[in-house]
């Protein structure tokens, strides 16, 4: 269903509650399937992590995760582990692209039984679950962080831990830190020292305790953009969130100081708020927070600025090519972009063309980082109902705001 979404304006000051981490939730879901002895609060409402629970208690032969990335890279590994137990992982038309060789020659180096059953090197993918015996693999490390954070979210459970080298550039590192802090936190010893990183094994039961995930911030992203587009003195206050987070995307805070967006810790509480600033152009490499790319193109063209944003090597096989999307999306609505494989350079414009229908292409991020246009001129956004994949209630928090959106 196509929504529309009427030029707005928001209230001088509201508030947003945001559900949990969709990344830190299919992570813990996954350490919980392995270690039943702690609590979760404050999950994801997200579809990913609905997909990636339902998965963890299915008992069938089949498992289908649609378009969740973290689920089919988290659940290929676990699923090796599962002792004789069969199981096909497969997803949606895009996720039968998005290339998984790395991770499962990874496994298959350390014991594992896995076929591909279309497609050499895509989902879907055939497992048989059996102990793993090995200890040591290396990997490339420059396609995506999810293949190291699947391995290392297992390694505690493999007979002698995990030593894994990793190989090139290693992308969207703030991701591994993440899976490895939360391994900490229920009490898995690890070490990541150069490009080396060491799991301990870990056989016993684990303290009993609860984990509150913290709330998400590739969705707080568009609050940042929203409040960016806003007259100063404007003012969102977003929960529950935290000063030193696990999610790399928290880097927003010092990225919207250029567009003029404070923010501040207030308990558990950030509040954005708009001042005063000099609009410059904005030379950025996004290789640690590839998913606020979006966000943070449209805030530029919205404001009329160029951008240079590098590091965007990874966004070609996300949920849709991003770069592709992002160039087509912005030059319908008047502006002018230029790609490579691995970068986007912005022109400055001034024009932003009215009810322009916005393609989604099963992209999430494409509704949610083009609604805040919504504050310059009307825009409909195709297949609006795409971003249930991180923030099912996004158009209803929008709406407790004053975007005024029809159906
Ligand atoms: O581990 C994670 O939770 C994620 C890692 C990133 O993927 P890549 O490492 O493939 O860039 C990110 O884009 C994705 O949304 C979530
Ligand atoms: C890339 C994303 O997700 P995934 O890779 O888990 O599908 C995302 O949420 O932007």
Redesign the pocket.
């Given at each position: 269903m196509h929504f529309t979404l009427h030029k707005s304006t928001i209230a001088k000051e509201s508030t947003v509650q945001i559900t949990g981490s969709?990344?830190e939730s299919?992570?813990l879901l996954l350490l919980q399937a392995l270690y039943p002895e702690f609590k979760l609060d404050n999950v994801s409402n997200s579809d990913d992590s609905n997909l990636m629970i339902k998965a963890l208690n299915s008992d069938q032969t089949v498992v289908d995760i649609h378009h969740a990335?973290?689920a089919m890279r988290f659940l290929t590994a676990y699923f090796s582990i599962q002792e004789g137990r069969e199981t096909v992982l497969t997803g949606s038309k895009r996720m039968k692209e998005r290339p998984i060789k790395i991770l499962v020659e990874a496994l298959q180096a350390l014991g594992a039984e896995i076929s591909f059953e279309e497609n050499e090197g895509y989902p879907p993918i055939k497992i048989l679950g059996k102990k793993l015996t090995k200890s040591k693999v290396s990997l490339n490390a420059n396609v995506?962080?999810?293949y190291i954070?699947a391995l290392l979210l297992i390694a505690s459970k493999l007979e002698n831990g995990l030593e894994l080298s990793l190989e090139g550039e290693i992308?969207?590192v703030p991701?591994i830190k993440?899976?490895l802090s939360l391994l900490d936190e229920i009490g898995v010893e690890s070490s990541f020292i150069d490009n080396v990183i060491t799991v301990k094994p870990n056989a016993k039961t684990l303290k009993a305790k609860t984990l509150t995930v913290e709330s998400d911030w590739?969705s707080a992203s568009y609050y940042f953009s929203i409040v960016a587009l806003s007259d100063v003195g404007t003012q969102i206050t977003l929960s529950s969130y935290k000063e030193n987070s696990l999610q790399g995307d928290s880097v927003l805070v010092n990225i919207y100081k250029h567009f003029g967006v404070s923010s501040t810790f207030k308990e558990n509480q950030l509040v954005l708020k708009k001042v005063d600033a000099n609009l410059e152009p904005l030379t950025l490499n996004l290789k640690n927070a590839?998913?606020i790319a979006q966000t943070i193109a449209v805030t530029c063209f919205a404001l009329g600025l160029a951008c240079d944003l590098t590091g965007l090597h990874?966004l070609k096989i996300?949920e849709t090519d991003r770069l592709v999307a992002l160039k087509t999306e912005i030059e319908k609505l008047g502006g002018a972009v230029e790609i490579t494989d691995k970068s986007l350079h912005l022109a400055p414009s001034n024009v932003i063309k009215e009810m322009v229908p916005i393609a989604t292409y099963h992209d999430h991020r494409m509704a949610m980082a083009f609604a805040p246009l919504a504050l310059r001129v009307p825009i409909v956004i195709e297949e609006a109902m795409v971003v249930s994949k991180s923030y099912p209630t996004f158009y209803k928090d929008l709406e407790t705001l004053g975007f005024q959106i029809t159906k």
């Open positions: 969709k990344s299919n992570r990335g973290t995506s962080s999810q954070s992308t969207s991701y993440m899976t590739s590839p998913d990874t996300k």
